[in-house]
């Protein structure tokens, strides 16, 4: 495909543990499966649904080396290390000829990963009527976590929450102010990876779906080879 190419098997890594971080380790071969419930906070319903992602054989992207997460669709999301952490480099939908580069990276995980540690993000809203820009603050929360999922119960997990409000002025007739707050925690595990995921986004206004809606995501299998 454009834009990059195969590597030859996996020697181009030395330790694939150490390049994908001791808390997202990219196997080849590893899957990782999921269930997610996406709820109406007004009520009005909540729906559920089953998805994977394998990562497969390594690659070069543009001179740099990274790891393709292989979806049940088809699409792939190529993840990086660097000095500054482990992060979404590209993706490619089902439709795509070739990878989309994130600019800048787009870090989930930023080092050092040690408790306390902060940093700021931009972001957009993903699940209201319309997308809304809202600036974040992430933070690990914990180091030391226990969770249960259905796949299993899990010690010693990083906590990590994402927290962010804004306000939208609207023109009409009738001038109106728009809340909008969005909240994210995601669970890494040692040696598996992302376990968990709640996501919520909350605004007062209507035309943006008042009151919001909440995504949750939880790890149901694990298999390594």
């Known amino acids: 495909m454009p834009g990059y190419d195969a590597v030859p098997g996996a020697s181009l890594f030395?330790?694939?543990?150490?390049?994908?971080?001791?808390?997202?380790?990219?196997?080849?071969?590893?899957?990782?499966?999921?269930?997610?419930?996406?709820?109406?906070?007004?009520?009005?319903?909540?729906e559920r649904f089953y998805w994977s992602r394998t990562a497969v054989a390594p690659r070069i992207l543009l001179d740099k080396k990274v790891v393709p997460l292989q979806y049940g669709n088809g699409a792939l999301k190529f993840i990086i290390e660097d000095n500054i952490g482990i992060g979404l480099y590209a993706h490619q939908g089902i439709n795509d000829t070739g990878p989309k580069f994130f600019q800048p990276t787009d870090y989930f995980l930023k080092y050092p990963l040690k408790m306390g540690m902060m940093r700021q993000v931009k972001g957009v809203t993903k699940f209201l009527k319309h997308p809304i820009r809202v600036d974040k603050t992430e933070t690990i929360e914990a180091l030391t976590d226990v969770v249960t999922v259905p796949g299993g119960t899990f010690e010693n997990c990083i906590r990590?929450?994402?927290?962010?409000?804004?306000?939208?002025?609207?023109?009409?007739?009738?001038?109106?102010?728009?809340?909008?707050?969005?909240?994210?925690?995601?669970?890494?595990?040692?040696?598996?990876?992302?376990?968990?995921?709640?996501?919520?986004?909350?605004?007062?206004?209507?035309?943006?779906?008042?009151?919001?809606?909440?995504?949750?995501?939880?790890?149901?299998?694990?298999?390594?080879?």
């Open 14 to 46: 030395v330790g694939i543990n150490c390049f994908a971080g001791q808390y997202y380790p990219l196997d080849e071969g590893r899957k990782w499966e999921y269930q997610t419930f996406q709820k109406d906070l007004g009520g009005i319903g909540t």
């Open 160 to 225: 990590l929450k994402s927290y962010g409000k804004t306000t939208v002025s609207f023109e009409g007739p009738f001038r109106a102010i728009a809340h909008v707050e969005v909240e994210g925690v995601d669970w890494y595990a040692p040696n598996i990876g992302w376990i968990k995921g709640i996501f919520t986004e909350q605004t007062n206004d209507l035309e943006l779906g008042w009151p919001g809606q909440q995504m949750i995501h939880q790890l149901i299998k694990f298999t390594n080879h």
